[in-house]
């Protein structure tokens, strides 16, 4: 694939960086924006007062948005604070396909007293138009065998779902990457390759291009690469810049066939 801007991640500001994109070149937006609750990712990008903070996510989906091709889709992780607003937004522009809830499977401890403990992300589906590629096959989740075998009159042999899996309901339960987990790298909300590679094998096909407007840690060109997709993106801290280089380099080094294991 041509353009000196594929399989790179730029530490330029994503409003800039995306001008780098030709428009409808790209499958897949997968968004991982800063949740407008004041996170310290080495920058004030966490800091903005509401208002400012729904004005720069209108800003930045209207510059993203027509890097997609036709049948190109959106994945935007999102908080219950916001998701409303930036839904309703999206609405306006792309057709809605879900909302999934991420369960980050916190352990119960004690949490606060006047409301209940929040342990979900919410991450909504769009789609540019009715024809967005989907292939469901890529992520049906196998039957074990017990469930296989108490499905087995004569009405369900040969069926599809039950030899290849189904399909993955919308919440998604994943345990965050704690402290100790082996994935886990030096960035506060680094997500788990399980959902984003989830995403891309779903919503962009195998050589497609997935675009990422806040890498972070780099989980989505990582994702990207250990899936054959191709990524682009962008990320302010020049630390998180380095760090998406490390884990791409260490992939590199793994034989192809633990790639996808790692
Ligand atoms: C929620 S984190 C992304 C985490 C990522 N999905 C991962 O798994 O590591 C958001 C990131 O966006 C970066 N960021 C914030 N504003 C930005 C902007 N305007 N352009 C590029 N990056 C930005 C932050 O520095 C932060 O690392």
Known sequence: MSGDWINRVFGEDALQ?????????VDLLLADPPYGLGKDYGNDSDKLDTA????WTEEWIDAALP???????????????????????????????????????????G????????????????AR????????????????????????????VGAKWLELGYNPKDVWSVSRLHREHRERAD?????PLEIVERMIKASCPPGGVVLDPFMGSGTTAVAARRCGRNFVGFELNPEYCALIERR????????PDERVRA
């Open 129 to 156: 138009a009715k024809d967005y590629h989907f292939d469901l096959d890529a992520i049906r989740i196998p039957y074990d065998a017990e469930t296989k075998k108490a499905r087995s009159r004569s009405i369900f």
């Open 111 to 126: 949490g606060g007293t006047r409301r209940f403990s929040s342990v979900h992300d919410t991450i909504g589906f769009f």
């Open 248 to 255: 791409l380099a260490q992939l590199d080094a793994k034989k």
């Open 187 to 191: 960035h506060p909300t680094q997500k």
């Open 52 to 55: 400012a903070y729904l004005q």
């Open 67 to 109: 890097k997609l091709k036709s049948n190109g889709s959106l994945y935007i992780f999102l908080t219950w604070r916001f998701s409303p607003e930036i839904f309703v937004m999206l609405k306006q522009r792309m057709t809605m396909i879900n909302e999934i809830i991420w369960d980050r499977r916190v352990p119960s401890m």
């Open 17 to 25: 960086g995306l001008q780098r994109i030709p428009d409808g070149s």
